[in-house]
């Protein structure tokens, strides 16, 4: 969650109230609005306190158009009225609820079996607030795996960790929070991610293990898993290394199953350890529910598993965070339950189709150059082609929002960082039709970004924001 800092003079903004936001007598208790920065003194009506919110909220983006955010915006009706009905449950309490534990443990099961565990009933999950939670756990497996193996030199050696340097901000976090030191690979020409054989040369003897990104954010394309496992097993036949791999399919370990059936990436994998997956991007809820999943109990270390018996019952439990809802999991069940594999496949099918046919579109346009085409994660990224000096990425971004359009212009890191880009998500709910119109959008606004005398915008951070 991203640090506030509160109002400088707190209460020195007030909200302005309409009389007919009262009570039946239209001016009582509307003779002065509330404070922004400090508790009321006085309690108000349901209705008013809910209208000053819903007025303050309407000034958000439409969510529906947020083409950033790889995070579900819609859901079913019936998957909302569950998640009312299991917003007070506590998920931790699985003694109280034992049958919303149990629709956990099932998602857990179904996620085994949809990522090939050699033995679905012995690999061992949790549900977590999100991937980043997810990894962070993952991470700290890796890390006290490799701790225990070097007892006699740790903590005088100092762990480290080889990814990308397009890898998501939580496995930076992670390297801080746990003293780990992040061995990236950095981008290459049109190579946008881990390079396998470049990954494996940076290990060495502390290294806890190598991160894989099943769908990169910066640009939607799947790191090659299986290339990069092949590439470890050779430096072990080399120098007896056994480097552990943990893939982080935030977004893609729910499409490749269904849409790519024959990549090679996962627990088929001996050397995967572990996957963590976002349920609220492509597995299609609301935030914030994630997962994560190790090949069996030995990639799990136990002295990480906390049991406790307080709230009656032993529980063991293994989270960063302790009471959160469990709306999320039960609707994650849900969808399991209501979709299915064929019903993922056409959700995902479809997602993808938007976005190879929105490329296409992008890609006519003449004035852009593709990276990718939604091929992969139904994600692709653009940039202005060579000869486009009147504008660029980030005047796009800025004129789209113009017209409700939520579409992140950044740059790319270490060794790419003269590229800026456009990235577009395609999530369900983000239909051919809205499709068309964004396409239609982007094509109105060209002739005037055309005939401006160079790029227009200053406070390029400023400009838009991109958001994993």
């Not at 470890?232 to 982080?248: C, K, Q, S």
């Not at 046919?357 to 593709?370: I, S, Y």
């Amino acid at each position: 969650m991203p640090l506030t800092e509160g109002s400088p003079r707190p209460g020195d903004r007030r909200l302005s109230v309409n009389p007919f936001y009262g009570p039946a007598n239209p001016l009582g208790d509307m003779a002065e609005a509330p404070p922004t920065h400090r508790l009321p003194a006085q309690p108000m009506a349901p209705a008013t306190a809910h209208q000053l919110v819903r007025d303050e909220l309407m000034l958000d983006g439409n969510a529906r158009l947020n083409l950033a955010t790889f995070v579900t915006t819609w859901m079913e009706p019936e998957a909302g009225m569950l998640m009312a009905e299991c917003r007070d449950k506590n998920m931790i309490d699985k003694d109280e609820y034992p049958r919303t534990a149990e629709l956990e443990r099932r998602c857990v099961a179904m996620l085994a079996d949809l990522w090939h565990a050699p033995d679905p009933a012995s690999a061992v999950g949790c549900s977590t607030t999100g991937s980043s939670e997810a990894c962070m756990l993952a991470g700290m497996a890796l890390k006290r795996r490799w701790t225990t193996r070097n007892a006699d030199r740790y903590p005088g050696a100092r762990p480290n960790l080889v990814m990308g340097v397009n890898v998501q901000v939580c496995w930076e976090k992670f390297c801080n929070f746990w003293e780990v030191e992040a061995r990236l690979v950095p981008m290459e020409g049109e190579r946008f991610h881990l390079d396998p054989q470049a990954a494996a040369e940076l290990c060495d003897e502390n290294t806890i293990g190598v991160v894989g990104i099943l769908g990169s954010t910066f640009d939607g394309s799947y790191e090659p898993i299986a290339e990069l496992c092949a590439a470890l097993d050779a430096l072990r036949e080399r120098t007896g290394l056994d480097i552990p791999v943990h893939v982080d399919g935030a977004s893609g370990a729910m499409v490749a199953p269904f849409l790519d059936e024959d990549l090679v990436w996962d627990f088929r994998l001996p050397r995967v350890a572990s996957i963590n997956t976002s349920g609220h991007k492509y597995g299609l809820v609301y935030p914030g529910v994630g997962w994560a999943l190790w090949r069996n109990a030995e990639a799990l270390p136990e002295e990480l598993v906390f049991r406790v018996n307080y709230l009656g019952g032993d529980m063991p439990t293994f989270a960063l965070n302790f009471s959160r809802p469990g709306a999320q999991v039960v609707a994650q069940y849900y969808t399991f339950l209501r979709l299915g594999r064929d019903g993922y496949r056409a959700v995902q099918q479809a997602a993808r189709d938007v976005a190879t046919e929105l490329a296409g579109r992008v890609a006519a346009l003449g004035d852009f150059r593709l990276l990718t085409r939604g091929d992969q994660l139904p994600v692709f990224a653009f940039t202005t082609a060579p000869d486009v000096t009147a504008y660029d990425v980030f005047d796009v971004s800025r004129r789209l929002r113009e017209s409700g359009w939520l579409v992140p212009a950044y740059t790319f890191p270490e060794n790419r960082q003269d590229l800026s880009v456009l990235r577009v998500v395609c999530r369900n709910g983000f239909s051919a039709d809205l499709a068309e119109l964004l396409a239609q959008d982007l094509e109105r606004l060209l002739p005037e970004l055309r005939r401006q005398p160079r790029p227009l915008t200053e406070d390029k951070g400023a400009a838009t924001g991109f958001h994993h």
